[in-house]
């Protein structure tokens, strides 16, 4: 838990969960928290960066967001997703 207050909880996701892009350990982490709102602002914004890494990018910016849309439809949960450059 980063954040607690009377209203809510703010807590992160471990950071190698989301690079594998594996779906059923960010479904497990996620199931874990039981969140009402999922925040996701993991991406990679560097175009340059992005055209010479198509996989990892495909993997960040694709891959996982639809992984997390997939495990918030699952639990019920609102997710907001966006990057921006």
């Given at each position: 838990?980063?954040f607690r207050s009377d209203r809510y909880e703010l807590t992160g996701c471990p950071g190698d969960i989301l690079r594998k892009v594996d779906s059923?350990?960010?479904?497990?982490?996620?199931?874990?928290?039981?969140?009402?709102?999922?925040?996701?602002?993991?991406?990679?914004?560097?175009?340059?960066?992005?055209?010479?890494?198509?996989?990892?990018?495909?993997?960040?910016?694709?891959?996982?967001?639809?992984?997390?849309?997939?495990?918030?439809?699952?639990?019920?949960?609102?997710?907001?997703?966006?990057?921006?450059?």
């Open positions: 838990v980063l059923q350990a960010i479904l497990r982490e996620i199931e874990r928290c039981t969140p009402d709102y999922i925040i996701h602002a993991a991406a990679i914004s560097d175009t340059g960066y992005c055209q010479i890494h198509p996989d990892e990018s495909y993997q960040a910016n694709v891959a996982l967001p639809l992984c997390m849309a997939e495990a918030a439809h699952k639990l019920g949960a609102k997710l907001l997703c966006f990057s921006s450059e």
